[in-house]
């Protein structure tokens, strides 16, 4: 069970057990896309959250599978996909490449062939920790 919470009624939850600190994170998360989502108007960028349409995303769907080899590569790279920058915690709009790492960490700690790019090709790369991903 979710530390804390009681989820859907599901009383023996198999998943992890988050921290007071990681609950907080997720929730802050939550509240930011439902923001972003509810302030949208139907028919523009934000109304739908799979709102991936135009040049844009046309083109960051190409780059993504010209360099998703190559991003999968760099250690600490769990995933790569596409999906809506966040800048702070907040969605931008606008469409990136989405690098999912095991644990995010500051460029300090990284050595120069370990940090992702900013951007790739004018497509901003937006790098989000997602934990050890395991085959359920």
């Not at 979710?2 to 007071?20: A, E, L, M, R």
């Not at 999968?72 to 469409?95: F, M, Q, S, W």
Request: with cysteine; proline share 8%; hydrophobic share 35%.
């Amino acid at each position: 069970m979710i530390k804390g919470k009681k989820k859907s009624g599901v009383t023996n939850h198999p998943g992890p057990q988050w921290t007071d600190e990681q609950i907080e994170a997720g929730d802050k998360n939550r509240q930011a896309w439902e923001e972003y989502f509810s302030a949208a108007e139907p028919g523009k960028a934000g109304a739908d959250p799979y709102n991936l349409k135009g040049e844009d995303a046309v083109k960051a769907a190409e780059i993504r599978a010209r360099y998703e080899a190559e991003l999968l590569r760099y250690p600490n790279v769990v995933a790569v996909g596409e999906g809506i920058e966040t800048k702070r915690g907040k969605p931008t709009g606008r469409p990136c490449i989405v690098v999912f790492v095991e644990r995010k960490l500051p460029p300090d700690k990284l050595g120069e062939d370990e940090i992702l790019p900013e951007e790739l090709e004018g497509i901003p790369v937006d790098v989000v920790e997602a934990g050890g991903i395991v085959a359920l």
